[in-house]
């Protein structure tokens, strides 16, 4: 059986999954704001457990109680609160008339823990504002089972899933034995994670309060010769915000196991002038830092024969080794852009010399190497000389090349494809020891003469995504992108129907003022950090979904 597969049934075998799930996402409770309490949780899992996920949908602060209003009032108002509740109210698929009777006392935090993924042990818990009321629900409606002088209860839907009221909190688990260990941590009788040093520096290192947390031991990952080994727990933390959503994880390898990764945890930082280097208003941008040094990595661990480097020469003219690696030492970038209009999309390659690199070199020869073939294969000249204030050179494809480009046939896409392709090309140009090579003239124009020191630092929602150090870094403007589709779209090909819902999709992102992004950074001493962030405008994306489920 797959190992991500035993480890989903040693937590959630005997529905489990189903009682967990409901209750985790705030079933039966989105109208209530109680106090923070999966601390709680965490308290009761013994110290050994593998894999740790807390919940706790209490708000973190007043700001946060006014965005799960705002949140609780849309689901309301959609009939989404109903189906959801009515939607989960089972247990292995079945309606269960028990967990209904539950789950007006359920609250908003909990946890699931893995203890052992062979002997299929594990327990959620589930925080309840009346203990009392559910300790007599299972009294009367479930079945007694003993483990060891423990009393839990199991349901005739539930097959062996068994559960127990604990303190404030209801546990589920697969086996009585999972049950068992909960109450000698309770009891102090084993140790609890909450006091888990290793445990305790996990959550510290991602900083602030959470409404989401995955802990994973380091013991979950197999042992390989040629994977570094981990050190410390894995951590990720999310949290709800006015605006959407946000994930920080933080992992951390030994250097000293890294073998041939090693080179990696060198790799420098983006450079903080990235941004004023390329032109304002881009849909997104994507940069990676020195991905010469994960070529590196990647051809010692891929064994490449003197005949696929030949090949490679052959194809493109250039050498891995001597062009290529030496070629990426520096910061790449690739950004997208919408055209003067704001519609369709162009493409911005930027390949920097910082670091020693130089990609001037690599990009003459493969120029080089394709016009000769393509002279000696048609007897045609495949590039065209340009003249770019701020470059040493340029070069884009001819006409005739450019033609076959743009013939997009149209067809029955609801896309204005002519709209899209009417001025592309191939065209890049070499300045200031950089590479630029972009879909569109007036693109690379711009990018070769930006030169202010602004460009796209200018604007706050990518200047504010790629802050800090990062070897990585990705940011795009929902709101740009959602317009720059709009004005591409040919409305008329779609029907009424499909109108209103891409004009409902699309408006879910206009307006939004934050960025979808994610950064990565890496240090010298294996430590890996990473967020992301999710733009949401939650009323819109709840309307939005309970009109597709009311249809």
């Not at 209490?58 to 949140?71: E, H, N, S």
């Not at 670091?355 to 590039?383: C, D, L, M």
């Not at 896309?415 to 392709?421: C, H, I, P, Q, S």
Request: net charge neutral.
């Amino acid at each position: 059986m797959p190992r991500s597969r035993r480890i989903r049934r040693a937590i959630f075998s005997g529905g489990v999954l189903s009682l967990a799930a409901l209750s985790l996402a705030g079933f039966a409770g989105y109208r209530a704001i109680f106090g923070r309490t999966a601390e709680g949780a965490l308290a009761l899992i013994p110290s050994d457990a593998k894999a740790i996920f807390l919940v706790d949908l209490a708000p973190l602060d007043p700001g946060q109680a006014m965005v799960f209003r705002q949140i609780d009032g849309s689901l309301d108002e959609t009939g989404l609160t109903k189906m959801i509740n009515e939607g989960f109210m089972s247990i292995n698929g079945n309606h269960s008339a028990t967990a209904a009777k539950m789950a007006p006392y359920l609250r908003r935090s909990g946890a699931v823990a893995l203890f052992d993924e062979k002997q299929e042990e594990g327990v959620a818990l589930i925080g309840l504002s009346d203990p009392v009321a559910v300790q007599s629900i299972l009294q009367k409606e479930g079945k007694p089972q003993f483990w060891k002088g423990l009393r839990y209860w199991t349901l005739a839907e539930g097959g062996k899933a068994g559960l127990r009221v604990q303190g404030n909190w209801l546990v589920l688990a697969p086996n009585g034995s999972s049950l068992f260990r909960l109450r000698r941590v309770e009891e102090g009788l084993e140790a609890s994670a909450a006091t888990n040093p290793e445990i305790q520096a996990a959550r510290t290192s991602l900083g602030g309060a959470s409404n989401l947390e995955v802990l994973v031991s380091p013991s979950m990952i197999p042992p390989s010769e040629k994977m570094p080994k981990p050190m410390g727990w894995f951590a990720c933390a999310g949290e709800v915000r006015d605006t959407g959503f946000a994930l920080r994880t933080r992992f951390r390898i030994d250097p000293a196991s890294a073998g041939e990764y090693a080179d990696l945890l060198k790799t420098s930082p983006l450079s903080s002038q990235l941004l004023a280097q390329l032109p304002s208003g881009a849909y997104g941008v994507l940069s990676m830092s020195q991905i010469g040094r994960s070529l590196e990595a990647g051809k010692k661990e891929i064994t490449l024969t003197d005949n696929d480097r030949r090949s490679m020469v052959e194809a493109v003219g250039i050498d891995l080794d001597q062009d290529l690696i030496p070629a990426l030492k520096g910061d790449s970038t690739l950004a997208a852009y919408p055209d003067a209009a704001g519609s369709g999309i162009d493409g911005l390659l930027v390949i920097d010399d910082s670091h020693g690199a130089n990609p001037g070199s690599a990009v003459k020869k493969f120029r080089e190497h394709i016009t000769e073939t393509v002279e000696h294969q048609e007897g045609k000249t495949p590039f065209m000389a340009v003249n770019i204030e701020g470059a040493e050179e340029a070069w884009r494809i001819v006409p005739e090349f450019e033609k076959d480009m743009r013939n997009t046939g149209n067809g029955s896409t609801p896309f204005d494809l002519d709209l899209v392709m009417r001025e592309k090309t191939a065209i890049w140009a070499i300045a200031d020891g950089r590479v630029l090579a972009s879909t569109n003239e007036a693109l690379l124009r711009r990018a070769v003469a930006e030169r202010s020191g602004k460009g796209l630092a200018s604007e706050p929602l990518f200047a504010d995504a790629f802050a800090g150090s990062n070897q990585y870094a990705f940011a795009a403007d929902p709101s740009r992108i959602a317009g720059g589709i709009r004005k591409t779209l040919k409305m008329n090909k779609l029907s009424a129907e499909e109108r209103k819902t891409t004009d409902n999709v699309l408006g879910i992102f206009e307006g939004l003022k934050d960025p979808l992004a994610m950064k990565m950074g890496i240090q010298p001493d294996g430590t890996f950090t990473s967020e992301v962030i999710v733009p949401m405008d939650w009323s819109k994306m709840i309307r939005f979904f309970g009109e597709m489920a009311n249809k």
